[in-house]
């Protein structure tokens, strides 16, 4: 099989304007995985799944993925030289991680028995445009799965036939995948007079309602 | 509708006019309390006369987001609910769970290990299938005898597993690097009894079932899944492979030591229901010959691998996707790491569910009889489904 680089050359031969980034693990595995862009998500699963030589017929497991925003600080030691002496100083500083979604594909080839690549996607943050293209006009085996995603992580998958809620009740209103998600105090709509349920829900309403 | 076109004249013109059976469409809800759904599942079935047009399937109502609770525990501690999403396969979730944290951390498995896994996995495969095939026959109207002789073998098979691990369905038996604990050799011997004592077991059903005649009107050309949209909507495990597709992950990916077992892979030829069940019937032949071979060669030597951790495990940051064929398909499992001893990520890919995708393509145009055995034919376990 190509080697991701590879295939990141050849899709950017045929599309200039496309982006695409490799991602790397550290982990034994080894199973690095291609970052593409939004806009030419759909013509690059197109281009795998139709190429010849790649030929990934097949989309094993789709998947998405909670990234909040995370801000790590780290202290670094640094060489300044103060009224003429040299002095090691210690300084603080602060990387952030934007937020976002991500949508992870494993695809594989049944007819070249060859695989796995993993596609990744990232929406630009996770409210209001938590939206990504749908890839089930490309691998029907997507359709299930990606309802999953956007009913347990608010994901939005534009293009998909069916997009509706699939393990949780239609009702419901939070995404539970989420890293954030806070759990409901009772499950029942009036919180029901157990001591601990009830205690919950006291602390609960003393904070303005909020978790 | 293209389904439709083939079909002979709708037969509605022979009731009166008029009136509410006057060729109206009826909705129904079949499901979840129902007996034909293997569980708590159900079927949004809209019918024209007796035939299936819309079907769409809801899921859900064993759903207790078993991804969040592994995502809050160690990754030792959720060996016991992988137990839980498939349970009539236990032995297999906890091997495509060790598996894909093997990967993560790059462990190694003991020879003996690997062979006990294989013997452990086979069996399950056993016991699916001949319970499969026990609830398909139920599905088709043989009510209570196929399925208790089914489960008169599976009881076999439990009393092993008890033996082995002290719980009949829910093992816990896998560890990452090994297993809980070793096999005996009076159980070995006792395995092989069972082993050759399973042929016998199936020669008879068959002769119970392969010629029946209701089998072969109920299941032949009922339920045809085509090659293309198999592939397409990622179908894996046997019902893959009654489409004529060959693949099968213990020969594409020889994960564990399945590169040094002698097996075929049964293959479909036409996609319908009597291929899915034909195929189990062949699978269980090949998974009692590798019994056999595993049987003959396995080794003396630790059953776990001593540089593994169980306390305080912390793999290296990273991501690792894991995957085995399972009796109902690929099972895999997509994890995170972030360095911590939970998993960032836990994700469980589960055969059944994804399998279901195709089930209204399958049951369009069908009677609504025929659309309870393909649903069957899919064999799902709702715990696996809903997670």
């Known amino acids: 099989m190509e080697t991701l680089e590879q295939i990141k050359a050849r899709v950017e031969a045929l599309w200039p304007n496309a982006r695409l980034e490799l991602i790397a693990n550290e982990s034994p595995s080894g199973q690095r995985s291609l970052l593409v862009d939004n806009a030419s998500a759909l013509r690059i699963a197109e281009f795998l799944r139709d190429d010849p030589e790649l030929h990934f017929d097949y989309c094993s497991n789709v998947t998405g993925v909670d990234w909040p925003e995370l801000v790590t600080q780290t202290k670094v030691k640094k060489k300044t030289v103060v009224d003429g002496v040299e002095k090691e100083v210690e300084e603080t500083v602060e990387t952030r991680r934007p937020e976002y979604l991500e949508v992870v594909y494993h695809l594989y080839s049944i007819a070249k028995k060859h695989g796995p690549v993993i596609l990744r996607m990232r929406t630009e943050n996770r409210a209001d445009k938590a939206n990504v293209p749908s890839l089930t006009p490309i691998w029907r085996g997507c359709e299930f799965q990606e309802r999953e995603a956007f009913d347990l992580y608010g994901i939005v998958f534009d293009g998909h036939p069916d997009l509706r809620r699939i393990l949780m009740w239609d009702e419901f209103k939070d995404f539970p995948m989420r890293r954030d998600y806070v759990e409901p105090d009772d499950y029942e709509y009036e919180p029901t007079p157990h001591d601990e349920v009830m205690e919950k829900a006291k602390a609960h309403a003393a904070q303005g309602g909020k978790p | ?387």
């Open chain 2, 1 to 387: 509708m293209s389904v439709f076109a083939e079909m002979p004249p709708k037969n509605y013109e022979l009731l009166p006019k008029g009136g509410d059976a006057d060729g109206e469409l009826l909705e129904i809800s079949m499901g979840p309390h129902h007996p034909s759904t293997h569980g708590v599942f159900r079927m949004d079935v809209v019918l024209d006369g007796e035939r299936v047009v819309k079907l769409k399937p809801v899921f859900g109502y064993l759903h207790r987001n078993h991804e969040k609770i592994a995502e809050g525990t160690t990754y030792l501690g959720s060996m016991p609910y992988t137990d839980r999403l498939d349970y009539f396969c236990s032995m297999t979730n906890n091997w495509a769970y060790a598996l894909s944290v093997e990967k993560l951390a790059g462990l190694q498995v003991p020879e003996r290990a690997e062979y006990i896994r294989v013997i452990v996995a086979e069996l399950t495969r056993l016991q699916n299938h001949t319970c499969l095939i026990g609830f398909f026959v139920q599905d088709m109207g043989a009510l209570g005898t196929p399925l208790m002789y089914a489960f008169r073998e599976r009881e076999k098979i439990l009393d092993l597993f008890e033996e082995l691990t002290g719980a009949r369905m829910m093992y816990n038996y896998m560890r990452f690097g090994g297993l809980r604990c070793d096999v005996t050799a009076d159980w070995l011997a006792r395995l092989a009894a069972l082993v050759e004592g399973y042929d016998k077991f199936l020669d008879e059903f068959e002769l119970l079932f392969n010629e029946n005649e209701i089998l072969l009107a109920r299941t032949q050309g009922v339920g045809i899944l085509s090659k293309e949209l198999a592939i397409n909507a990622s179908i894996t495990g046997p019902m893959l492979r009654a489409c004529g597709v060959n693949y099968d992950i213990r020969k594409v990916d020889k994960y564990g030591i399945y590169d040094r077992f002698d097996f075929k892979i049964p293959l479909g030829e036409h996609g319908d229901l009597y291929d899915r069940f034909m195929i189990r019937v062949l699978e269980m032949r090949e998974s009692i010959k590798i019994l056999r071979q595993a049987l003959r060669d396995i080794p003396a030597g630790p059953f776990m691998d001593p540089k593994a951790k169980l306390r305080g495990f912390r793999p290296k940051a990273g991501e690792a996707y894991g995957r085995i064929e399972a009796a109902k398909g690929e099972l895999g499992f997509y994890l995170i790491s972030d360095g911590s001893p939970n998993p960032y990520r836990y994700r469980v890919r589960p055969p059944s569910f994804i399998n279901l995708t195709i089930l209204e393509d399958m049951c369009l145009g069908q009677h609504i009889s025929d659309a309870v055995i393909i649903l069957g034919s899919v064999d799902i376990v709702l715990g696996e489904v809903d997670r």
